[in-house]
């Protein structure tokens, strides 16, 4: 069972045009990480949202933590080609040891010139 | 910069070998982990360290084992590498903390023969 499920799985869109990523679960989250994987790279953080509600932004990225700190959801506007790249969300379960990150399975974003 | 570093991007071993994978973060991080990545399943957590000598399996610890003898290093081990074992495999560090952000190395692609 997938603890955080993420959609769509793949997106391809138009340089400007703008997009949501959605990263959902049945299980309450102390905590919701976005990361950006570049090809042949690493993962590197986007954000940490922790209260329910909380909505950080980070240029042309905004990240909304929902009230019940049950999903989350990251909106690019007027997308770039270097903004391609696989999109996953990672939280820390409530109530659960606060260094195991539970990864959903990502989002590939394709932005196109 | 913190950084993580792997000792390969890219390792051929056949069916059989001993595999060693090596892992150093410059960070003083508490924890280390050894993560596996496979397209459509996502990262899955092998292995996980807290502190020196120390660690717990994740949840796909089974064909592996890891060593900690020092803070920055942390090794994953395939005792006798299989074909189902061909991944990209990801090394991270994070301090420990609630809500901590978790830092990548660049990853191994390794394939088994």
């Known amino acids: 069972t997938q603890l955080l499920e993420q959609s769509p799985q793949f997106l391809s869109i138009q340089e400007g045009e703008n997009l949501t990523v959605y990263c959902n679960s049945s299980?309450?989250?102390?905590?919701l990480q976005w990361y950006r994987q570049e090809p042949g790279e690493g993962p590197v953080l986007l954000v940490t949202?922790?209260?329910?509600?909380e909505v950080k932004k980070l240029k042309r990225l905004t990240f909304q933590f929902g009230d019940a700190r049950k999903d989350s959801s990251l909106h690019i506007t007027a997308a770039q080609p270097g903004d391609t790249g696989l999109y996953l969300c990672a939280g820390f379960l409530s109530g659960g040891s606060n260094y195991k990150l539970t990864f959903g399975k990502g989002t590939l974003l394709t932005v196109n010139p | 910069d913190v950084k993580v570093t792997q000792s390969s991007r890219y390792l051929v071993k056949r069916t059989g070998e001993k595999v060693f994978l090596e892992c150093v973060q410059d960070m003083d991080h508490e924890n280390m982990f050894w993560y596996r990545q496979d397209p459509g399943l996502g990262l899955r957590l092998i292995y996980f360290?807290?502190?020196?000598?120390?660690?717990e399996k994740g949840d796909i610890p089974e064909g592996y084992s890891v060593s900690r003898e020092k803070k920055e290093r942390f090794s994953l081990i395939l005792e006798s590498a299989s074909t189902n074992q061909t991944s990209m495999y990801l090394c991270a560090s994070s301090f420990r903390r609630a809500n901590t952000e978790a830092f990548f190395g660049q990853g191994t692609r390794l394939t088994v023969v």
């Open positions: 299980s309450v989250f102390s905590s």
């Open positions: 360290s807290y502190d020196v000598k120390m660690k």
């Open positions: 949202v922790v209260t329910g509600g």
